[in-house]
């Protein structure tokens, strides 16, 4: 057995919101031979579905009992209005934290995050998969070596249709649709944004133009 193998076999994984994103952390965590689990969602049902094929999982509602049972790692998928103070208590108890995108819906309490990450000396990272998308970081080796000389100008172009996201669920009243939560286009698509930065370097100057698009009923003849 090798020594990753070792490492992974004994550690207990946290995931704190069992929808479909955590759902498949749990999926990839076990590819890499993590057997204990520790689930945390409040919704029971939620939590029936993402023990489907766990080994006794401890389940919970209750995100401080979870705290109590010292898992090594964590990944939070809760609402994004909930990351920076989940992962706070987390990295305060010595867990490794990998938080689901954005980091959070306010710049508040993202400095106090980063005393307690370096405090503890923990492992703390964004879930920013493109980063690790084979295209992606192609792009970003061809940049970096000047291949096609200097940027002058670049078009980025996204959407999202939120019916699409989760057939099952009414996206009116879903995460993504809810500012409170810390939805909302701006956030939720910041896969894009931090493509741009990434690849191209920080921005000095932005603009917005943001609006709401109400329902329409129309007759079609």
Request: glycine share 8%.
């Amino acid at each position: 057995m090798r020594g990753d193998e070792l490492m992974t076999t004994g550690m207990t994984v946290l995931v704190v919101g069992c929808g479909s994103i955590g759902r498949r952390h749990i999926r990839n965590f076990q590819t890499l031979g993590i057997k204990k689990f520790i689930l945390c969602d409040t919704s029971e049902e939620s939590l029936k579905a993402a023990a489907a094929g766990l080994v006794a999982p401890v389940l919970t509602t209750d995100f401080k009992n979870a705290l109590l049972r010292e898992p090594h790692a964590a990944v939070i998928c809760t609402p994004s209005s909930l990351h920076l103070e989940m992962a706070s208590m987390l990295a305060e108890k010595k867990a490794h934290i990998l938080i689901e995108k954005p980091l959070s819906d306010t710049l508040e309490g993202i400095s106090e995050l980063e005393k307690i990450v370096d405090e503890k000396g923990v492992v703390a990272m964004m879930a920013m998969c493109y980063r690790f998308h084979p295209v992606f970081r192609e792009v970003k080796a061809l940049l970096s070596a000047n291949t096609i000389g200097k940027v002058y100008h670049v078009n980025c172009c996204g959407g999202h249709y939120l019916p699409d996201w989760h057939p099952k669920a009414d996206y009116r009243v879903e995460y993504a649709a809810r500012k409170t939560l810390g939805g909302g286009v701006i956030l939720t698509s910041i896969h894009g944004l931090d493509n741009l930065r990434w690849l191209f370097g920080e921005v000095e100057e932005t603009h917005a133009f943001v609006d709401k698009v109400s329902d329409l009923e129309m007759d079609v003849e």
